[in-house]
């Protein structure tokens, strides 16, 4: 007879999620066994099985949810019928707040993505690519130039995404209104440079 799935199964799959990104993180993917994630988790070995056949599983899901749910988050924000400054500083906030709890999943996200096979870091790299393209369109409305060289264009966005991912990196206990000075700077800085600080 079939194991029957309990209902709580997708809460405790997304527990495990939250708990492995957790380990992956501190301890790195490759030195991570199935009975540290268990325990990590408060379940058995053989229980984990019961959700994911494998270590590898468990990160693809992780890295799957996060970027995919990033993406969504920020490429669906309601935009039309703002100037594109306006627009640049929504996005640009979005994604700050976004990163918000997810320290684990972009640390693995930065450090394990390459141990996956070639097809799903394909799949999970056409999200960042996605979110990227996106904020760059943003970015060159607001300087139309850029859009005739495309070297600068993907120089300022990658600044920007640089700048997001330090901050992010380094104030992880920031709070919200923290978070929304320094989108705002990133936005003063892309926008004005210095002399508009």
């Not at 640049?88 to 640390?107: F, T």
């Not at 859009?147 to 995404?161: I, L, N």
């Not at 640089?162 to 209104?177: C, E, S, V, Y």
Request: with cysteine; charged share 30%; proline share 2%.
């Amino acid at each position: 007879m079939a194991r029957t799935i309990a209902k709580d199964y997708e809460e405790k799959r997304g527990q495990i999620l939250k708990s492995a990104a957790k380990v992956f993180a501190t301890e790195g993917f490759d030195r991570a066994s199935m009975a540290t994630l268990a325990r990590e988790c408060g379940i058995s070995k053989a229980n984990i099985y019961h959700y994911y056949e494998s270590k590898d599983a468990i990160l693809f899901d992780i890295l799957d949810n996060y970027l995919s749910g990033l993406k969504k988050r920020i490429c669906t924000l309601p935009l039309d019928g703002l100037d594109p400054e306006t627009r640049l500083r929504r996005v640009v906030s979005a994604i700050l707040m976004a990163y918000e709890g997810q320290d684990d999943e972009h640390k693995v996200q930065m450090n394990a993505l390459g141990a996956l096979p070639d097809a799903q870091q394909d799949l999970l790299r056409s999200y960042q690519r996605e979110l990227v393209r996106f904020t760059s369109d943003v970015i060159a409305a607001c300087a139309p130039a850029l859009s005739e060289d495309r070297h600068k264009r993907r120089g300022v966005t990658m600044s920007v995404f640089g700048m997001l991912n330090w901050f992010h990196m380094w104030n992880t206990r920031a709070t919200k209104q923290e978070r929304e000075a320094y989108a705002a700077l990133v936005c003063d800085l892309t926008l004005k440079g210095l002399d508009g600080l």
